[in-house]
């Protein structure tokens, strides 16, 4: 929330040359730094997510990794990367959003948000797992959701600036294991002599379905969000690149 409302105090929105321009003096001339912090901040979450046991801690260590995502797109300069923090934003909600949800279902249907001791999901509550598997495929930024689109954006913005930040695409790849990790041991597994059956209800599974409709509809009409943002970053990256000394 907080990079949310910053995001329009760093592109001057009002008339006045250069002393406009000086408001965001400051972002654009300790813009690595910001970037600095937001690839610290992904690979903090994503290696401190790697043990977690209890999934709602694990989410939340996801939902900081992303939000290094965010960071790094904003400071990029271009409008690859601007664009793509944005996107990100919109794609982070929905699918961080959705695994909150399920991780507050799992407990309530097992009693527990350990992932050691969760077993058989497919077999006790087969609907909750199958959200549990297209969340996770969300948040891991798999291609079939815009969250791909979105992560991919901001990988790209980095590396046009400096060939060295392509080191983040590790960060997704750290994701992806520690997911498979906890679909195997909570969904795949063989469930316990005395599993307890519970299933999501029909209005709960559609609430849940929903989280991942713009998902979709992003990933094949991504326009609808890149139309939006798309202006936004071009003067951010204009004044960028004025900032920077070069031309604009």
């Given at each position: 929330?907080?990079?949310?409302?910053?995001?329009?105090?760093?592109?001057?929105?009002?008339?006045?040359?250069?002393?406009?321009?000086?408001?965001?003096?400051?972002?654009?001339?300790?813009?690595?730094?910001?970037?600095?912090?937001?690839?610290?901040?992904?690979?903090?979450?994503?290696?401190?997510?790697?043990?977690?046991?209890?999934?709602?801690?694990?989410?939340?260590?996801?939902?900081?990794?992303?939000?290094?995502?965010?960071?790094?797109?904003?400071?990029?300069?271009?409008?690859?990367?601007?664009?793509?923090?944005?996107?990100?934003?919109?794609?982070?909600?929905?699918?961080?959003?959705?695994?909150?949800?399920?991780?507050?279902?799992?407990?309530?249907?097992?009693?527990?948000?350990?992932?050691t001791v969760i077993k058989g999901l497919k077999f006790s509550s087969p609907?909750?797992?199958?959200?549990?598997?297209?969340?996770?495929?969300?948040?891991?930024?798999?291609?079939?959701?815009?969250?791909?689109?979105?992560?991919?954006?901001?990988?790209?913005?980095?590396?046009?600036?400096?060939?060295?930040?392509?080191?983040?695409?590790?960060?997704?790849?750290?994701?992806?294991?520690?997911?498979?990790?906890?679909?195997?041991?909570?969904?795949?597994?063989?469930?316990?002599?005395?599993?307890?059956?519970?299933?999501?209800?029909?209005?709960?599974?559609?609430?849940?379905?929903?989280?991942?409709?713009?998902?979709?509809?992003?990933?094949?009409?991504?326009?609808?969000?890149?139309?939006?943002?798309?202006?936004?970053?071009?003067?951010?990256?204009?004044n960028f690149r004025l900032m920077s000394g070069g031309a604009a």
């Open positions: 929330m907080s990079l949310y409302t910053a995001l329009p105090r760093i592109v001057p929105a009002c008339d006045g040359g250069s002393t406009a321009l000086d408001q965001g003096s400051f972002w654009f001339q300790y813009a690595w730094i910001f970037i600095l912090i937001g690839i610290i901040t992904m690979f903090y979450g994503a290696i401190v997510a790697l043990v977690q046991t209890d999934i709602k801690k694990m989410i939340a260590l996801t939902s900081v990794s992303h939000m290094g995502f965010v960071l790094v797109g904003a400071f990029t300069g271009t409008i690859f990367g601007i664009s793509g923090s944005v996107f990100q934003m919109f794609t982070h909600a929905a699918a961080v959003g959705l695994m909150f949800m399920l991780s507050g279902y799992l407990h309530k249907a097992t009693g527990t948000r350990n992932i609907r909750l797992a199958t959200l549990l598997i297209l969340g996770s495929m969300a948040a891991m930024c798999i291609p079939i959701f815009s969250s791909f689109i979105s992560e991919y954006m901001v990988i790209v913005g980095a590396i046009q600036i400096n060939p060295i930040y392509a080191l983040i695409v590790a960060v997704p790849a750290i994701t992806v294991g520690y997911f498979l990790w906890m679909l195997r041991r909570v969904v795949m597994s063989d469930p316990k002599s005395n599993v307890k059956k519970w299933d999501l209800s029909n209005v709960s599974t559609i609430a849940l379905v929903l989280y991942l409709v713009p998902l979709v509809l992003t990933l094949i009409a991504p326009w609808l969000i890149l139309d939006v943002v798309n202006p936004f970053s071009t003067v951010y990256a204009a």
